[in-house]
T-cell receptor
């Protein structure tokens, strides 16, 4: 139990579907992140939120849309995805609001996404 | 470009010692991290090195040489539960985390 909860743990969707991934952290942290993890590849940072404000968007396609309604919740809305988007999507949080400047991130267990 | 290299997979025997290497080429350096990730679980923080030398924490130790752009994670008295992927990450000059692809460690009885 890391204090970061992600739902659903597994998701299968067609290319025309719309779905959302949810992340909730119970640690009182101010920064939250979405990462993509593909087999045998480094973690790819997708989005960063500090104090509910998006501070980074690493050239992520618009079919991925993040939402951060408060500092404890983070969503990733998915629309018209491609099969190559199949991956593990990890949410993380950190104590400070300056991005990744501590380097110590607290991860959720991830949402395994399969796009058919 | 920025790059982190670590072996894709390693195998070791229960009770033995294993060393997982990580080399990096980054724009600046503000620390190196090791994370452990069991299959189907969240990555969890193991260690942080910002100065040269060895940091010991129980059965796990992490070493850093900034001049060589090199680190290793040393696991002693291996247990079956140490089977996991080990991720190396460097905090660059912009305080961005640059990740390696991870090393899958398989422990055999």
């Amino acid at each position: 139990e890391t204090g970061v909860t992600q739902t659903p743990r597994h998701l299968v969707m067609g290319m025309t579907n719309k779905k959302s991934l949810k992340c909730e952290q119970h640690l009182g942290h101010n920064a939250m992140y979405w990462y993509k993890q593909s087999a045998k590849k480094p973690l790819e940072l997708m989005f960063v939120y500090n104090f509910k404000e998006q501070t980074e968007n690493n050239s992520v396609p618009s079919r991925f849309s993040p939402e951060c309604p408060n500092s404890s919740h983070l969503f990733l809305h998915l629309h018209t995805l491609q099969p190559e988007d199949s991956a593990l999507y990890l949410c993380a949080s950190s104590p400070v609001g300056g991005g990744q400047d501590t380097g110590e991130l607290f991860f959720g267990e991830g949402s395994r996404l399969t796009v058919l | 470009g920025q790059n982190i290299d670590q072996p894709t997979e390693m195998t070791a025997t229960e009770g033995a010692i294993v060393q997982i290497n990580c080399t990096y080429q980054t724009s600046g350096f503000n620390g190196l991290f090791w994370y452990q990730q069991h299959a189907g679980e969240a990555p969890t923080f193991l260690s942080y090195n910002v100065l040269d030398g060895l940091e010991e924490k129980g059965r796990f130790s992490s070493f850093l040489s900034r001049s060589k752009g090199y680190s290793y994670l040393l696991l002693k008295e291996l247990q079956m539960k140490d089977s996991a992927s080990y991720l190396c990450a460097v905090l660059d000059s912009n305080y961005q985390l640059i990740w390696g692809a991870g090393t899958k460690l398989i422990i055999k009885p």
